[in-house]
């Protein structure tokens, strides 16, 4: 077996997809589709999908050349409140769908939305797939921590011990951690975000929109029917300046009013110090500089090992990492364009070439 | 040394031997041959599972039976009357299949102790044949027994290239070649050819092969082992190209024309799986015809991409066997839901479950025509033959892209594997597709995606990036029209109709079904036909032309389309007193059959991963076309 240089993406962010003509704008309003929306009343998707509506027109993409893939669950009627072309799928495979949609199309821009339960339960499969592949997509998944539309069972991010219909005497499974997998996967882009912070979450979704290849948001998202207050630390006035870890690429990564930072741990891994002159307080200049454009996931692996696996009361969030890599379907689009512009002749007759090769004789 | 030259009409010949022995390319090279040399045949090649089988025993036996003739011929034949055993385990999983005074070529070099014994041989059966033993004793007694050593003799017309001793004894096969080429006559010229193309960057390996094939050709010449050679003619074809060709060839190469006819590029996207992988791997060479191969993490993942594939305007293929089907269920439910095209290829092979990887089988007709949740109607189209598999995929192609339906496209093992002469077709002669895209409404008009082609009853196919056909599609019910999420009963009731009217429709599109049966124009036709589908043609063919040489009368008809059935189907079955429908099952055809036309059809029904044999099938028919006649007496 033998292996070729593929060489390095040469497509940037969108391009490929066709912009507005000059002058040509959109609104948030544009976005909405006449369907009535149907979350229930205090959902956090609804903070999503208005954050979405107002974010897209920003892209300055046609609308026509947009589209959102979502598979099962609550999160995932989401495609049916856009204007734009849209697929409601079935459970897990909306990664699957969507690979084959960008790779045929490089004038999309093409949306997944997703949930914990169905990218990383019954799709976990295509997740990681999708991710290792970095194909063209920028997949949503809002974590809840729990199965909405099925009425309150515990999900594969559910703390262990978790109390639901299906785990009355509490949750024997061990959650994942959406950040760790994917960069477990070598995702390119990996970021996470809140329901609640409109202005994070539209921060966020540019970046993951710009990247060029598979990028992954985890979303924040409260479910006030099953798992009401899930998130409430890190949403809290009073907590969340100690709950929260933002991230930002070139930035010592400091939280708690300053009074908090990451450092290396002896262990190797990453660790939350106190920042001051006391005894075994580090200074400023110790604190971890993020850099989301390291090649290497190694460290950003570790900060998302900072994130609580049973209740939350602590997350970084922001961009994990985000870095440049050979993207799946930019790249088997240029073997056909490759072999396309290789080949000579019509194409019938290229086919009756085809059809008429190898060990032929003939009969008069 | 002239030697004496014997006419025959037909030869079956079966080279059997250790999975690496390259069976199965010595059987290919010889079918190259005798197609290059104008012989109709027949091929059928059967290998174990697993790709090196401990050698020497019999489950890693692999054999390519070839038969070729003078005229044109159905299948490869019930018995051989050659063959050729590499090993002693060769000899002894192939010498039932036999009919005594058949021909036997053995390669005397592996006949050791231990070789025996692994093949479960307490004593040599070569010796047996010795006049010491009393002469032809024991289980090679009453054939034509040719023990040569094939092996040290390969070894040693090589031993100039200098190879390691494994090396040089891997030619053999080609030196099997070059023997049974000289003794039927067969051109070794494109045996040559090939073997220079195939180690041109080996030239030992190369040289080493091309002498081992002509030392082949020359010890038949020479030895007086052999003191006939035979002779099998042309057979009379119809002007024109011919090739050889494998089913999976021929299905692959139908896909690549249904995106050129449909000027549609084609999305294939497949979880590698036995016995369907060579489909995935001749598309992927075929780049240059805007073919994107895509090789997916699972069996769902592979359809679920080229349902979205599809969304996005291409012609969506999926391809995979029995195991794969049953992944892939939830998503062509939602291929029906969505209605988009979508061709979906099972080559079955025997199950249930892994089954039997390597051998064929139709028992996958019920799950193609039910194997989903809730009413999702599904068009099956089948090939009759290897060659058929290029019409079959374009007729998959026509009724997926002209109906936006998924389409399940039925092959088999035998299929897939098996060769036939494949008659060329002029690419002008090949049918158009028409993708018919949905257009921008209108100003003032609104887009409705559910609603319907008056004749077809398809919806519009509208992939993104279209200004003003936005919208969105998936597996919840839809509303009539609107195409909006509706759980109204009624439109339910409506929807369910509507996608079935539809499937059923297609029915108006198809040819009359053509009846074999010679003297029906003059009233004097047959009283029993044998319905038959798929791979089965061949066997139910010469099982058909048998019986009518024993002056029995019996009618034919093969299906291509499973689902909806041809519109005159039913006329015709009523039109004879017995119909007898052979296949690969448990009688899956026929429960159709009887459920949708109340028609008392009798099965005969085989499940043991081969080809039916059509002298057996033949028996079953005389018996059936007697049985017929004896009620008319009483």
Request: glycine content about 10%.
């Amino acid at each position: 077996m033998t292996a070729t240089d593929l060489g390095l993406p040469s497509l940037r962010g969108t391009e490929g997809v066709p912009t507005l003509a000059e002058g040509e704008t959109l609104t948030g309003k544009d976005f909405s589709s006449d369907q009535e929306v149907r979350w229930c009343p205090g959902c956090g998707d609804y903070a999503v999908l208005k954050a979405v509506q107002g974010f897209l027109p920003d892209l300055g993409l046609r609308r026509e050349n947009i589209v959102f893939i979502s598979g099962i669950g609550c999160s995932s009627r989401f495609p049916y409140y856009l204007d734009t072309y849209g697929m409601h799928s079935i459970h897990g495979r909306a990664p699957s769908i969507a690979t084959g949609l960008a790779t045929s199309r490089q004038d999309l821009s093409v949306w997944v939305v997703t949930g914990d339960g169905d990218a990383l339960s019954i799709g976990g499969n295509h997740l990681i797939h999708a991710l290792r592949r970095n194909v063209n997509m920028t997949i949503l998944l809002f974590n809840n921590r729990i199965y909405g539309l099925t009425k309150g069972q515990y999900s594969p991010t559910s703390e262990a011990g978790k109390i639901t219909k299906s785990t009355p005497m509490g949750s024997v499974d061990h959650p994942f951690n959406p950040v760790s997998l994917a960069l477990g996967a070598e995702a390119s882009f990996v970021a996470r975000t809140i329901d609640s912070d409109r202005k994070h979450l539209t921060s966020v979704l540019a970046a993951a929109a710009a990247h060029r290849g598979t990028s992954l948001v985890e979303i924040y998202q409260n479910c006030p029917i099953f798992n009401d207050g899930a998130f409430d630390a890190i949403k809290d006035r009073d907590t969340k300046e100690h709950a929260l870890i933002p991230l930002e690429h070139g930035q010592p990564i400091v939280f708690g009013g300053g009074t908090k930072g990451l450092v290396r741990a002896a262990h190797g891994g990453v660790e939350v110090a106190e920042i001051g002159d006391g005894d075994g307080q580090v200074s400023l200049e110790q604190v971890l500089v993020h850099d989301a454009h390291q090649p290497d996931p190694t460290t950003a692996f570790a900060i998302s090992r900072l994130t609580d696996a049973g209740y939350l009361n602590r997350s970084p969030i922001g961009i994990f990492r985000q870095v440049d890599r050979p993207v799946y379907d930019d790249q088997a689009r240029a073997q056909v364009a490759t072999a396309t512009a290789a080949a000579t002749g019509d194409r019938s007759d290229r086919l009756a070439a085809l059809l008429g090769g190898g060990d032929t004789w003939t009969v008069v | 040394m002239s030697k004496q030259v014997k006419q025959l009409d037909r030869v079956i010949i079966r080279f059997a031997g250790d999975s690496g022995d390259g069976m199965q390319l010595t059987g290919d090279r010889f079918t190259q041959e005798s197609a290059a040399f104008g012989n109709d045949l027949v091929t059928l090649p059967n290998f174990p599972a697993e790709i090196r089988a401990p050698q020497g025993t019999i489950p890693g036996v692999s054999s390519f039976q070839v038969h070729f003739a003078d005229h044109d011929i159905l299948t490869p034949g019930d018995a051989p009357d050659v063959l050729v055993a590499m090993n002693p385990a060769a000899l002894k999983a192939n010498i039932g299949d036999l009919p005594k005074g058949a021909t036997v070529i053995v390669d005397t070099h592996d006949f050791t102790t231990r070789n025996l014994a692994k093949a479960g041989y307490e004593s040599n059966p070569l010796e047996e044949l010795d006049a010491e033993s009393g002469g032809d004793q024991g289980p090679l007694a009453g054939f034509s027994v040719h023990p040569v050593d094939l092996t040290g003799m390969t070894v040693e017309a090589v031993k100039e290239f200098g190879l390691s001793r494994k090396d040089a004894a891997r030619a053999k096969n080609m030196f099997a070649l070059g023997l049974l080429s000289w003794l039927y006559g067969r051109p070794i010229e494109p045996t040559q050819a090939f073997l220079s193309r195939r180690f041109a960057r080996v030239a030992d390996i190369r040289d080493a092969n091309l002498a081992a094939l002509s030392a082949g050709w020359n010890f038949g010449e020479t030895t007086e082992t052999f003191v006939v050679q035979y002779e099998v003619k042309p057979a009379p074809m119809a002007a024109g190209t011919y090739r050889n060709i494998t089913g999976n060839l021929a299905l692959a190469y139908g896909l690549v024309a249904a995106g050129v006819q449909s000027d549609l590029p084609v999305f294939l996207g497949s979880y590698p799986i036995t016995p369907a992988s060579d489909i995935l791997h001749e598309l992927s060479k075929h780049k240059a015809f805007g073919v994107t191969t895509f090789q997916a993490e699972d069996e769902i993942a592979g359809i679920g991409s080229a349902i979205g594939a599809a969304y996005g305007g291409a012609l969506g293929v999926t391809t995979t066997s029995g195991p794969g089907v049953a992944l892939k269920s939830e998503a062509i439910g939602l291929a029906v839901m969505t209605e988009l095209p979508l061709v979906v290829v099972d080559v079955q092979r025997g199950g249930p479950s892994t089954g039997l990887p390597t051998k064929t089988e139709q028992a996958d007709l019920l799950q193609a025509m039910f194997g989903r949740n809730g009413e999702a109607p599904v068009p099956i189209v089948a090939p009759q033959s290897p060659g058929d598999c290029f019409d079959a995929a374009l007729e998959a192609a026509r009724i997926a892209v002209t109906y936006r339906t998924p389409v399940m496209l039925l092959s088999d093992g035998y299929l897939a594997n098996g060769s036939e002469p494949w008659h060329v077709p002029e690419v002008a002669d090949l049918p158009r597709i028409e993708a018919d895209f949905a257009t921008a409404p209108a100003e003032g008009e609104t887009f409705e995606p559910y609603a319907r082609d008056e004749e077809t009853l398809a919806r519009p196919w509208a992939p993104p990036g279209t200004k003003g056909l936005e919208h969105r599609i998936g597996g919840l019910e839809k509303a009539d029209r609107t195409g909006n999420i509706s759980y109204d009963p009624a439109n339910h009731e409506k929807m369910v109709r509507l996608r079935q009217a539809k499937v059923d429709g297609i029915a108006a599109s198809l040819p009359p079904l053509a009846v074999d049966d010679p003297g029906r124009e003059d009233g004097e036709g047959a009283r029993v036909l044998v319905l038959g589908w798929g791979s089965t043609y061949g066997p139910i063919g010469a099982a058909v032309r048998r019986v009518r040489r024993a002056g029995g009368k019996v009618a034919q008809v093969h299906l291509r389309h499973l689902n909806p059935f041809p519109n005159d189907l039913g006329e015709i079955l009523k039109s004879y007193d017995k119909v007898l429908v052979p296949e690969m099952n448990l009688g899956q055809l026929a429960l159709l059959v009887r459920g949708r036309y109340l028609v008392d059809a009798v099965g005969y029904n085989q499940v043991n991963g081969m080809p039916i044999k059509a002298a057996e099938l033949a028996e079953a028919i005389t018996a059936l076309v007697e049985g017929t006649e004896k009620e008319d007496v009483q």
